[in-house]
């Protein structure tokens, strides 16, 4: 007997495939604005916060229904992106950006904290050997803040595996395109007979959503460790 | 070396406002804690800004407000070392070391890693992860990466603070080494004073960021608004003095015209060498005492005596200023007053013998 069936094998795919990217996409974002979060003042820092933080917060209809309003067909950026020949609405890729867009407060969080923590003085005296700004980013603030950004792409992992109501809601459940581990788990459920693939589903889920989570968890006490000795 | 500092910046507590030319091949900043040493050697290393301000080094200029000058840090080739000694936790000491040497042109390397690796003496911790060094190890450490930027001034932000008293020992040698042997000026932030002076008797005295006193030790130290910020660490007192001979347990050495029991140290005849003592750890006497255990007499003539809080600095002259701490109570029995002899008891082991005398 086959554990899966092909039409779950591509469920879980595309499943790892959406969340992989949804973290390539997202973690630079993550970076960048966590930097600027943890090392500069400016007017407007508080709200820019709050808007990161906003996916979170959100029943995760209304950020696909933004998405939609947004990047759809015949959303604001929709026409230029099909200028463009990239079409996010009823694609894989759209589930890639719903991913990415609900799982950025997570991976935000963990970034953010992970740059706060290291020490400036450090950055400060990578200047004072020669090293320019962007080089002290990459050659002491990015290693020093390394675990923390795993325990940010693995949380944002997690997250994107789960990611139901943006997804569905931005760009449907298309088997092979944007169906999606929940989304197929929702559809079976919806099917007569449909309880035993459903479960197996939910197994999985259970499964790579647990390993994400002690991996961020071992990449968090690794982060601990280091900040602990002088 | 000419450094010219004007730099002027709001504080929360106070307004830092400098203005000095640094000539002298090391320079020691000296201030209570919270007086602004910290914040200057910042507006000098580019790590922080002033409001307004000049900075300049041997006739180029780093900083300039009026002119819209800014080198960024990177720029300046300054060495920072500082109190923590802030190793890169992530790298090994040997990549602590060429963090900085690989970012200089290599025409305008000053040393190489042996030559620092070897004046230092961290040959053996190269291979190994820099949270594993002990704090005088971390120091030398942190020392040789500065260095091996090829400064052309090092900035040393209280670099032995953190160490005890038998590390300090052993580190000052090597700061004696980079000031005599590698003709780097610096400029040293301490509250210490012994510290400073086994390293320079050029002393710029920091109170609340306005420059109180600038110059040769023995000339600031007199100053009367100094005086008391000395004695807030406990005033140390510092002789020169000239080893006669050297008998078991002490040596008898020569300070000026007088003789001096101090403790014993395994150097030849003839050293000279500065031995401090604490300005409370001196007893004085109006008269010769008789039948006392202490070694040391020291006659001089009072020629000062300065109300500092609640106790009285008076400053004896026995061929060298000596500030003795004294109660209110013990002047006004003593009638102590300036013009009057004096005798100052030191017993031996209250000296702390200091660096030899270049």
């Not at chain 2, 020691?28 to 300049?56: C, M, Q």
């Not at chain 2, 010769?288 to 106790?311: F, K």
């Amino acid at each position: 007997m086959e554990i899966l069936s092909p039409a779950e094998w591509e469920v879980l795919g595309l499943s790892l495939r959406v969340a992989l990217a949804s973290v390539t996409l997202t973690l630079p974002v993550a970076v960048g604005v966590g930097w600027l979060l943890a090392r500069c003042d400016f007017r407007g820092k508080l709200l820019v916060d709050g808007l990161c933080h906003l996916p979170l917060v959100l029943p995760p209809v209304v950020t696909g229904y933004l998405l939609l309003l947004a990047f759809g067909r015949r959303g604001w950026l929709g026409p230029v992106l099909e200028s463009l020949g990239i079409r996010l609405a009823f694609d894989w890729k759209g589930a890639v950006l719903a991913s990415a867009v609900v799982a950025f407060p997570l991976s935000l969080r963990a970034v953010r904290l992970a740059i706060e923590h290291v020490d400036p003085r450090l950055e400060g005296v990578a200047r004072t050997l020669g090293a320019g700004a962007w080089r002290v980013f990459f050659t002491v603030t990015l290693p020093l803040a390394a675990p923390g950004l795993w325990v940010g792409a693995l949380l944002a992992f997690a997250r994107s595996l789960g990611e139901f109501g943006a997804t569905i809601t931005f760009v449907a459940n298309i088997s092979g395109q944007t169906r999606t581990i929940p989304a197929a788990i929702y559809t079976y459920l919806n099917q007569p007979a449909g309880e035993a693939a459903a479960l197996r589903l939910v197994w999985i889920s259970i499964g790579l959503s647990l390993a994400a989570l002690v991996g961020s968890e071992w990449a968090a006490r690794r982060s601990r460790n280091r900040q602990a000795t002088p | 070396m000419t450094l010219t500092l004007r730099l002027q910046r709001q504080l929360p507590e106070f307004r830092l406002d400098v203005d000095v030319i640094c000539q002298e091949p090391v320079t020691a900043i000296y201030g209570p804690s919270g007086a602004g040493k910290t914040t200057l050697l910042n507006l000098v290393s580019g790590l922080a800004r002033p409001d307004t301000g000049y900075v300049e080094l041997d006739g180029d200029v780093l900083y300039c407000s009026s002119q819209g000058t800014d080198r960024p840090p990177e720029a300046r080739r300054l060495g920072f070392v500082f109190q923590d000694d802030l190793l890169f936790p992530h790298l090994s000491v040997d990549a602590n070391l060429r963090f900085g040497y690989e970012r200089v042109q290599p025409a305008e390397r000053r040393f190489e890693p042996g030559q620092i690796i070897d004046l230092l003496e961290i040959g053996p911790l190269l291979g190994r992860p820099s949270q594993q060094l002990s704090g005088g190890e971390r120091q030398r450490v942190a020392l040789g990466r500065a260095l091996l930027s090829s400064p052309r001034m090092l900035l040393m932000d209280e670099p032995l603070a953190s160490l005890d008293q038998g590390l300090k020992s052993r580190i000052i040698p090597y700061l004696r080494h980079v000031r005599s042997d590698l003709g780097i000026p610096i400029l040293y932030v301490s509250h210490s004073v012994a510290e400073i002076l086994e390293l320079t008797r050029q002393v710029l005295v920091l109170q609340q960021g306005q420059v109180l006193a600038h110059g040769d030790f023995s000339v600031v130290s007199q100053d009367p608004r100094v005086l008391p910020l000395l004695d807030e660490f406990g005033f140390e007192n510092v002789l020169p003095v000239e080893i006669l001979n050297c008998k078991e347990s002490a040596c008898t050495a020569r300070c000026g015209d007088q003789m001096l029991r101090i403790p014993f140290c395994d150097r030849p005849v003839g050293t000279r060498l500065f031995v401090g003592v604490r300005a409370d750890d001196i007893i004085l006497a109006r008269q010769p005492p008789e039948g006392l255990s202490v070694r040391n007499r020291l006659q001089g003539m009072i020629t000062e005596i300065a109300a500092v809080g609640a106790t009285r600095l008076v400053t004896i002259d026995v061929g060298h200023p000596l500030v003795v701490k004294v109660t209110p109570e013990a002047v006004a029995d003593l009638a102590l007053a300036p013009g009057l002899a004096a005798w100052c008891l030191i017993k031996t082991h209250s000296l702390r013998l200091g660096p030899e005398i270049d």
